[in-house]
């Protein structure tokens, strides 16, 4: 057997992927050339059933099985075949993997909420060249990556309403604040969390941000970091978490730690998981938006987009569900709800 | 030798697993084949890491932090772009830092003497969370137009050029593997280390070369993932070890070390990928997917092992060898 | 041969009082930094807070004690979770609850087990695939479900505390804590454990039954599990269909950094108890020092290779002393 040593491999390698590199260069195009597979969806499919891809940021989450039932409520109704199906976690690039797999499926309407911003521009973008229509819903993408944005309340929105709970509880007292958020790379958190400092560097100087601690999304690691808040800065009087592990998980360690009524507690997440927290007083107000009627919304897009009937500023009237105003490739659900008791036990996600 | 003959076997008996996959999934999904080439783009970062882990596994290793690797060298390439350097010298610089990432697993797992699965992992949480503070919790994008071809463009309009540089290094692993005194001594050194290092073998240079080419090629799929995705993240490459090994695993890589083939580990992440892009085309959900892939996994050593088995039995009944076969399992237990 | 026990006493005792030394070396820095730390709930709630891990890394010392790995640990207490609170939601009594979900957790481990005794496949591989099929049966017990507002005697359950100040989860912990050693140093089962992974070719001459050895380990993976996953969903109050993912490598983390040797023949349940509160420990140190949450990783991956590597330190001084 003839062999050569490794050192010459190595080089060999080095040369061989220049070589390649350099004999690509002129013949590499952004897309494949032969794309006649695509049934070239440019007309209007009004009349026509469409299939529609709801892809949430990851499945197993009431907040995204929630919108997931209003979708399923309108979708026969609009004449959609719908198909629900996420990442098992938060993941940009299974997402990128998903959507080209559907876009190349033949779907209609692609409509993602996304865990990235940019990671899947490359992918819609191509979706769209392809002749799919790409809507985002709950987390954007940046703007040339879509055509429409469902958007249920917007960053500023939830970060100030979030901010605005806290401080009319305290009423302008000194208050030192800590955050529960879910992993320090998740970008919807990380935006909320910006626009909480925002609105506090505007409007209230007695807040102050002393720590931000994550659960990883996992119920105990969400307990054991309230309680090593509450231990390590013993100042802490109120816990925000934007997150709808981290809110149970907070107002669970408040419970235990026998601190209700003297660490105020609040947040993101849904009605049904905070129901007991709520009847028992640990939490009073959250934060949350109709996660059913942001399914709905999504789905009546959908199709307005398929037929080609979608405005892309003014207002988009649901029969139903009301009047939303398109702003840019807008479409705004409404104002981010503040939840109490009355409100936890009305809905059902 | 009959041991590494029935993985040269079963490395064909996954291409025909494989072929006999694609004509399933084309004729139950019309669309499936006309898709063929672009679907790989969504995988091939996985098969290019499963290469060099090959090699690892072969030598009675295995690299945990390959995923953090992906995160770590994609946010460096990112970071020094941003501060105004070319984004192909950065693309190049954070390959090095890849395999420089290799290089320090390779020297701990070598000096130390500590087993590779524990080392890597403690590794895999320092690079995960060095990329994510550094790329400050978001993502770095807006690279130019000609760098993001490396992960979406098509060489003559049909070849994806992630497809093109997984092949040529596919053919560079198996040259490496097979033709070359550092593949065989790969190899040497998985069936038996002590042996190998009595025969002058120098043990620990080939164990750090295995993880340094596996931190360059999870570098390179930093590099690559960023063109594709337009950006990079602290968490992007996260999971991604757990993939690559199941591909190396069903491609017939022995867990064990000693054993395995590039085409075999080439087509058992083909054979993955291509069967999650063909069941999201049938709709099935992420969750069913997961545990299809087990049980996949599962299966795969099952037959390798009974493959073993009879292969053995046969020996055996036939008399001749037996002696060899008692000393080879005896070499195993060791 | 009648000197080596004790010489292999000898190191085992001198790891665990060196884990303990360090962690009252934390407690005291802790103690100066912030003086209420020393509370009398304070200690009490490390200990609760690290429970449920350190009951999955005990399973997960006696399997690789066995030379063997079980990576599905995690999602075996996540199904478990989720198989206790859905029955529990749906009125089934208590006693039912929990021995469907014992079951739960035995069928696992014993699938595990079989898998890797009696069918000979490698332990890594099994428990690889198993984690993946687990994961993904959590998804479809509840449909993507979480369980939660739990009825109250499932919550009575993880919130008793024992004359008042041990809570549950504590109660359980050194329970299976002092079990399990006594299971491993004193009977025949448990040395039989130590002998498999010792060198699993003079225990087959000296006519242990390998199989059945190496089955009953991951048996007892997959059962302390399912306790951990029941005292989990009783203490936090709900769970998700992704609690217990990366578990399996917390539990690893402290069996390794309690003087488990992943070669097999080597650990004791103590050092992985302990292994468990210094990464409590250290998690909460860092909050306590104002160090941002982002290097909780990396903090605890210098841990493990700081613990392992002085183990081997450790090792060879010891080796070159004889």
Not at chain 1, 215 to 232: H, L, M, R, Y
Not at chain 2, 180 to 190: E, P
Request: glycine residues 12%.
């Amino acid at each position: 057997m003839k062999t050569i040593g490794w050192k010459r491999m190595a080089t060999a390698l080095v040369i061989l992927l220049l070589i390649v590199a350099l004999a690509g260069c002129g013949a590499v195009q952004s897309s494949p050339s032969a794309n006649s597979n695509q049934n070239a969806a440019q007309t209007s499919q009004k009349g026509k059933t469409i299939k529609v891809a709801l892809i949430p940021k990851a499945i197993g989450i009431p907040y995204f099985t929630g919108a997931e039932q209003g979708a399923q409520s309108v979708a026969a109704a609009l004449n959609i075949k719908l198909t629900y199906n996420g990442p098992t976690t938060l993941s940009a690039s299974d997402q990128v993997s998903m959507i080209n797999s559907y876009v190349a499926e033949g779907y209609n309407v692609i409509a993602v909420s996304a865990n990235d911003p940019t990671s899947l521009a490359p992918a819609l973008k191509a979706a769209m060249k392809k002749g799919v229509k790409v809507i985002t819903w709950d987390s954007d993408t940046v703007p040339d990556a879509r055509q429409f944005f469902v958007n249920q309340a917007t960053v500023d929105g939830i970060g100030s309403t979030l901010v605005k709970v806290v401080a009319d509880h305290f009423k302008g007292k000194q208050t030192d604040v800590a955050i529960l958020s879910s992993t320090p790379s998740n970008t919807n958190q990380n935006q909320w969390i910006d626009a909480m400092k925002k609105t506090i560097a505007d409007k209230y100087p007695n807040l102050h941000i002393k720590t931000i601690q994550y659960d990883q999304g996992q119920p105990s690691t969400g307990v054991s970091a309230t309680e090593n808040i509450v231990k390590g800065f013993p100042t802490v009087k109120a816990i925000i978490s934007p997150d709808s592990v981290g809110l149970p998980a907070a107002a669970e360690a408040v419970e235990k730690l026998g601190l209700q009524g003297k660490i105020y507690v609040t947040g993101l997440a849904d009605p049904v998981v905070m129901k007991k927290y709520v009847d028992d007083g640990t939490v009073q107000k959250y934060v949350l938006w109709n996660v059913l009627d942001l399914g709905k919304l999504t789905m009546n897009v959908a199709r307005a987009v398929a037929d080609g009937t979608m405005p892309t500023s003014g207002t988009f009237k649901v029969k139903g569900l009301g009047d939303f105003q398109v702003n840019n490739g807008q479409v705004l659900l409404g104002l981010p709800m503040i939840f109490d008791k009355a409100a936890t036990d009305k809905y059902n996600f | 030798m009959k041991r590494s003959k029935f993985f040269a076997n079963w490395s064909y008996g996954i291409i025909a697993v494989f072929l006999l996959e694609m004509v399933i999934l084309s004729s139950v999904t019309p669309k499936f084949l006309s898709n063929l080439l672009p679907m790989t783009e969504n995988f091939m970062p996985i098969g290019i890491m499963a290469l060099s882990m090959t090699l690892v596994i072969i030598a009675g290793g295995i690299d945990l932090s390959i995923g953090s690797v992906v995160s770590f060298s994609g946010v460096i390439m990112g970071l020094l772009w941003q501060h105004g350097m070319n984004i192909w010298v950065a693309g190049l610089l954070a390959v090095l830092i890849g395999g420089l990432a290799g290089f320090i697993n390779g020297q701990i797992i070598v000096r130390t003497g500590i087993q590779p699965l524990i080392a890597t992992l403690a590794t895999q949480f320092i690079w995960g969370s060095l990329a994510v503070v550094l790329s400050n919790q978001g993502s770095i994008y807006g690279f130019p137009g000609s760098f993001l071809l490396l992960g979406t463009g098509f060489l003559y309009g049909y070849l994806p050029v992630q497809l093109v540089i997984f092949v040529v290094l596919a053919l560079l692993f198996a040259y490496l593997l097979n033709k070359t005194v550092f593949g065989r001594q790969v190899l040497f050194i998985g069936n038996s280390e002590s042996v190998s290092a009595y025969s002058g073998v120098n043990v620990n240079r080939v164990k750090t070369w295995t993880y340094v080419l596996s931190g360059l090629t999870a570098g390179l799929s930093g590099v690559i993932m960023g063109s594709f995705f337009a950006s990079v993240r602290g968490d992007m490459g996260q999971g991604l070890e757990l993939t690559v090994i199941t591909g190396c695993l069903v491609g017939g890589v022995n867990v064990f070390g000693g054993a395995g083939t590039i085409v075999g580990a080439a087509f058992g992440v083909l054979l993955l990928g291509m069967l999650s892009q063909g069941l999201n085309f049938m709709n099935v959900s992420s969750q069913v997917q997961a545990i299809i892939t087990g049980v996949i996994l599962i299966l795969a050593v099952a037959i390798q092992q009974l493959g073993t088995i009879f292969a053995r039995r046969r020996k055996m009944t036939g008399g001749e060898g037996a002696g060899k076969l008692r000393g080879e399992r005896r070499a195993r237990v060791e | 041969m009648k000197n080596e026990p004790s010489l292999f006493w000898k190191i085992m005792q001198s790891r665990e009082s060196f884990l303990l030394g360090l962690i009252l070396l934390l407690l005291l820095i802790m103690l100066v930094v912030s003086p209420s730390f020393l509370g009398p709930g304070n200690l009490m709630n490390i200990l609760t807070n690290c429970a449920t891990v350190a009951i999955v890394a005990l399973g997960e010392t006696i399997v690789i004690i066995t030379k063997g790995i079980d990576l599905s640990v995690g999602a075996t207490m996540g199904m478990v979770t989720l198989f206790t609170g859905s029955l529990a939601l749906n009125g089934f009594p208590l006693a039912v609850v929990i021995l469907v979900a014992f079951l739960a957790g035995i069928v696992a481990g014993a699938l595990n087990g079989v898998l890797i005794s009696y069918l000979k496949l490698p332990p890594i591989i099994v428990t690889l695939g198993t984690l993946s099929v687990y994961s993904g049966i959590m998804y479809v017990i509840t449909k993507g479900n979480w369980v939660t507002n739990l009825p109250a005697g499932l919550l009575q359950l993880g919130n008793f505390r024992l004359f008042g100040f041990v809570p549950a989860p504590v109660v359980v912990l050194v329970v299976l804590l002092l079990v399990s050693t006594l299971f491993l140093q004193f009977s025949i089962p448990g040395r039989h454990i130590y002998a498999v992974g010792n060198n699993e070719a003079s225990a087959r001459l000296s006519g242990i039954n390998i199989k059945r050895v190496i089955f009953s380990a991951y048996l007892i993976a997959g059962f302390f599990s399912a306790v951990a996953g029941i005292f989990y969903v009783a203490y936090n109050g709900f769970s998700t269909p992704s609690t217990g993912g990366n578990m399996e490598l917390d539990a690893i983390a402290a069996a390794v950094i309690g003087g488990t040797n992943v070669f097999g023949g080597k650990g004791t349940p103590l050092g992985t108890l302990l292994g468990a509160i210094l990464l409590g420990i250290v998690t909460g140190a860092l909050v306590f020092f104002h160090i941002p949450a982002v290097w909780n990783l990396a903090v605890e991956g210098i841990v493990i290779l700081a613990a392992v590597i002085s183990d081997a330190a450790l090792y060879r001084m010891q080796t070159r002393r004889i």
